[in-house]
């Protein structure tokens, strides 16, 4: 499970929940110290992996719902609970970001360190000379920059630039099983959901969200005997052909 920084609920109230391989999905803000506590409160939850969100410097053209968050917090209708505390009033966005910021990160927590929003080889190669744990092929579901390809055209070359040497996931689009299996094929060494989860979730609550992981895995199940592959590590290009 990937909890983001934004989160109504804090990391650590999650994980007490029982969540369980928590990753932490960061937004940094310009001020550092408020960043600085926010991992502090994955890494005493126990999480090993922080995910650094880079595809988000400022928010994109979203027409239908591009405030909805600033106006529910300024209503005081919802609340991040990550940043109680620790935060009063500053952006949850740095613009400013760099590539200096993997070193900061490895020089502030002991967590691994995977970049989501790598959509391009040429990036992918600046991940492995600055040290970068993983990557996540993700275009914030699309609603960042508009036109942009989707991510299962992006993955090929991002898995050539890797060349196996950190893993490489993907987001964005997974909606049957027969996606998880394209990405995988593809080269993707594992695959993230966020859409499915949600509408099982506003349809049937908890049992909603468990359904919807198991038709997907189900899905991709009969996909494999039908591909005539008995595990993971055969499904390879070639079922593409």
Not at 44 to 70: F, K, M, Q, S, Y
Not at 81 to 101: A, C, K, L, V
Not at 105 to 130: F, P, R, S, W, Y
Request: glycine share 12%; aromatic share 4%.
């Amino acid at each position: 499970m990937i909890v983001s920084s934004v989160s109504n609920y804090s990391v650590g109230e999650i994980v007490a929940a029982g969540g369980q391989n928590v990753w932490f999905q960061l937004y940094p803000t310009p001020n550092r110290k408020v960043t600085r506590g926010l991992l502090r409160r994955a890494e005493d939850a126990g999480c090993r992996v922080v995910v650094l969100t880079v595809d988000t410097p400022v928010i994109g053209n979203r027409e239908l719902h591009g405030t909805t968050l600033t106006e529910l917090l300024k209503g005081e209708a919802t609340r991040l609970g990550n940043y109680e505390g620790i935060r009063s009033g500053e952006t949850i966005f740095d613009p400013g970001m760099t590539w200096d910021m993997v070193r900061w990160l490895k020089t502030n927590c002991a967590m691994q360190v995977v970049l989501k929003g790598i959509v391009t080889g040429e990036d992918a190669k600046l991940c492995l000379e600055h040290g970068v744990d993983g990557v996540i092929v993700s275009n914030h579901g699309g609603r960042q920059l508009e036109s942009d390809r989707g991510t299962v055209e992006c993955l090929p070359e991002v898995v050539e630039a890797i060349d196996g040497r950190i893993a490489v996931l993907i987001d964005g689009g997974i909606r049957r099983g027969t996606d998880i299996f394209k990405a995988l094929a593809l080269g993707a060494d594992a695959i993230c959901i966020g859409r499915p989860f949600c509408w099982g979730l506003a349809a049937f609550g908890q049992s909603g969200v468990a359904r919807a992981l198991d038709l997907l895995h189900a899905e991709l199940v009969l996909d494999m005997q039908l591909a005539g592959v008995t595990s993971l590590s055969d499904i390879t290009r070639s079922c593409l052909a």
